[in-house]
């Protein structure tokens, strides 16, 4: 075994016995490192840039996964709305309702998470829990079904803290059980929380993650 499938292996198989999914953050990679993943059987794969993805998901295999972590702007939705198997990281009702209408015009139900801020970092993007109640409040007011929320999304801060860190995946496992109990108790789909990365994903592993993205762990360096 090369080093480079040890290390996948473990990684997958430490992250699959703890009931979550390996997605193989693979932005800035070239297509043969994907491809060494794909043989040893990954299907599931995460990119932030949409030129990136299109270029990838054109030139490889049709039964890869294509997960869109980055921040999608809503001209580039339709893009990647025919084949994106998740889009990790709507943080608007625009860009939600954007979605919803590519779908609509695919006739897909296109999977998606809502994005929380839950770092100490400022940032732009991510939703609070007050802009949470409000999308939701929306969407029962008018619904976007080809948008179909199935979970929640979050980063955590970028420290050595742990308690810090864990805390911080704690509070995003809070809000998708908020999320679950008001407004999609319901339904079967709504079921993942992405959370961990290379540095953190033990930590969001025990605090419930289903969806760990992990990129320069698997490949080696800084993605
Ligand atoms: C790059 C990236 C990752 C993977 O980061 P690593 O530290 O390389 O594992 C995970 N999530 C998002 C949103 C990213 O942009």
Redesign the pocket.
Known sequence: MSPAEQTYRSLNDEITQAGACL?A?S?TRPKERILELYELGHRDF?E?RVTELVEKHAALPKDIRWHF??HLQRNKVKAIAPFVHLI??VDSERLLREIDKQGKALGREIPVLLQFHIAEEESKYGLDQQAAQALVSALKASPAPNAKITGV?G?ATYTDNREQVSAEFKSLAERFEELHNSYFGRSADFREI?M????D?PLALAEGSTLV???????GG??
């Open positions: 997605v953050v932005k995460g932030n972590i980055g990790h990281a999304m980063m992405s961990g990365m290379s540095g994903y993205r992990v990129g320069s762990l698997l490949f800084r993605g």
